[in-house]
């Protein structure tokens, strides 16, 4: 089955640095990754995703690219505020199967 | 908004016990999951569902049975509960479509003694 690696276990940047989150994945059939925030003691909501017919999405802030060759994927925030601080989750479907595989998580902690 | 309930919050349980955990959504989403939150392992797949009456094991099934009796609950039993089940469960619910974004419930906080 699909195994999905977070490479960045924890984060630590500057208010107002820029952060990178980088996942891999193993199944080459995977077409849709989503990411998903966790901040401290609460659960997890949605924050952005990218399908394989594109190679870059962005709102505001964040951006997320796919290299479908090397099967990476990275979250990218700019102009990081501490309010990003969070877990963040990398997940990985394939076309016809319902059921994300997720990363590890990111620990990302933003310092003012 | 999409919304999805876990009951209980928080349950103390003994080891060798049965233990249910709750999840309602009002999404009328067919798909629904439920994962574990360790520390050093992410969130791991226990069981999932496409609809009521269907249940499908995920990567860590064992030691877990899952029921579907309606499109808005699925419910998580521990038969014989075990220290190592001690942990944060999470149930979602998700549309069947090229996004399938989950939304998740608060979470269980589970202790086994």
């Known amino acids: 089955g699909e195994k999905v690696e977070q490479h960045e276990s924890t984060l630590s940047v500057r208010e107002g640095d820029s952060a990178v989150i980088n996942c891999t994945y193993t199944d080459t059939a995977s077409s849709y990754f989503p990411w998903y925030k966790q901040e401290a003691g609460k659960s997890l909501h949605f924050v952005i995703d990218?399908?394989?017919?594109?190679d870059r999405k962005q709102s505001q802030r964040l951006t997320v690219l796919l290299d479908k060759k090397a099967k990476r994927f990275s979250l990218h925030i700019t102009a990081t505020q501490p309010e990003d601080s969070a877990i963040y989750f990398c997940?990985?479907?394939?076309?016809?199967?319902?059921?994300?595989?997720f990363g590890k998580g990111t620990s990302l902690v933003v310092h003012p | 908004e999409a919304a999805v309930t876990q009951s209980p919050r928080n349950k103390v349980a003994v080891t060798g016990g049965k233990v249910t955990l709750s999840c309602n959504q009002t999404n009328n989403h067919n798909n629904m999951y439920w994962y574990r939150q360790d520390t050093g392992h992410g969130l791991r797949l226990i069981h999932y569902?496409?609809?009521?009456?269907?249940?499908e094991k995920g990567d860590i099934p064992d030691g877990y049975k899952a029921s579907r009796p309606s499109q808005e609950n699925f419910s998580l039993i521990l038969e014989l509960a075990t220290p190592s089940q001690t942990s944060v469960y999470f149930c979602a619910s998700g549309e069947q479509g090229s996004q399938n974004t989950l939304y998740f419930g608060a979470g269980t906080r589970l202790s086994v003694l």
């Open positions: 569902s496409y609809g009521a009456g269907s249940t």
């Open positions: 990218i399908r394989s017919n594109v």
């Open positions: 997940a990985a479907r394939s076309g016809g199967n319902y059921k994300p595989t």
